[in-house]
T-cell receptor
Framework: DVKVTQSSRYLVKRTGEKVFLECVQD?????MFWYRQDPGLGLRLIYF???????EKGDIPEGYSVSREKKERFSLILESASTNQTSMYLC?????????????FGSGTRLTVV | EDQVTQSPEALRLQEGESSSLNCSYT??????LFWYRQDPGKGPEFLFT???AGEEKEKERLKATLTKKESFLHITAPKPEDSATYLC???????????FGAGTRLAVHP
């Protein structure tokens, strides 16, 4: 069974901390995505990557950065966590960037910044 | 601006009571419309992709349809295990990303 694994289900961090969210996929997908999900707003794209060391900004990249050193791993970095970054973070991967065959999502990381 | 609006926000049904969820969209050059199911505490699970007006896809009690302005997810004789949040997403022409709606929370009671 194909999987996207996010390293933590729940995280609590302090304002100003540097936070790393890790995502690993075992499907040899080229494309990986980071979304955040907030009530009433749906999923919003933060960053995506279509190849190792390649990245593109999504709709809300401010305050975030990403790293993709290996094909299977895509990391989201909060440089200096703030309370407005409290959210559910979802990682996804796909064979096709268009998601024609559907994105495969991880179970999410619920981040609370206090 | 590309936009996806889902209605209703929440829907409560009795087991066996059929209904439809709506996804209306404005997008420049639709490349695909996607439906996902999301259970509490889990990531979204892919259900369907629709590409052109008039297309229909079915899976068990679910049927998705597409027009030029909207998509419907029809649920026939739902069961409690169909309770979930259903998400709609569109891919605009020329973009390698999906734009999601806020979802419809469906609760099916015995």
């Amino acid at each position: 069974d194909v999987k996207v694994t996010q390293s933590s289900r729940y995280l609590v961090k302090r304002t100003g901390e540097k936070v790393f969210l890790e995502c690993v996929q075992d499907m040899d997908h080229e494309n990986m995505f980071w979304y955040r999900q907030d009530p009433g707003l749906g999923l919003r794209l933060i960053y995506f990557s279509y190849d190792v060391k390649m990245k593109e900004k999504g709709d809300i990249p401010e305050g975030y950065s990403v790293s993709r050193e290996k094909k299977e791993r895509f990391s989201l970095i909060l440089e200096s966590a703030s309370t407005n970054q409290t959210s559910m973070y979802l990682c996804a991967s796909s064979f096709s960037a268009a998601g024609i065959y559907g994105y495969t999502f991880g179970s999410g990381t619920r981040l609370t910044v206090v | 601006e590309d936009q996806v609006t889902q209605s209703p926000e929440a829907l409560r049904l009795q087991e066996g009571e059929s209904s439809s969820l709506n996804c209306s969209y404005t997008v420049s050059g639709l490349r695909g419309l996607f439906w996902y199911r999301q259970d509490p505490g889990k990531g979204p699970e892919f259900l369907f992709t629709l590409y052109s007006a008039g297309e229909e896809k079915e899976k068990e009690r679910l049927k998705a349809t597409l027009t030029k302005k909207e998509s419907f997810l029809h649920i026939t004789a739902p069961k409690p295990e169909d309770s979930a949040t259903y998400l709609c997403a569109v891919q605009p022409g020329g973009y390698n990303k999906l734009i999601f709606g806020a979802g419809t929370r469906l609760a099916v009671h015995p």
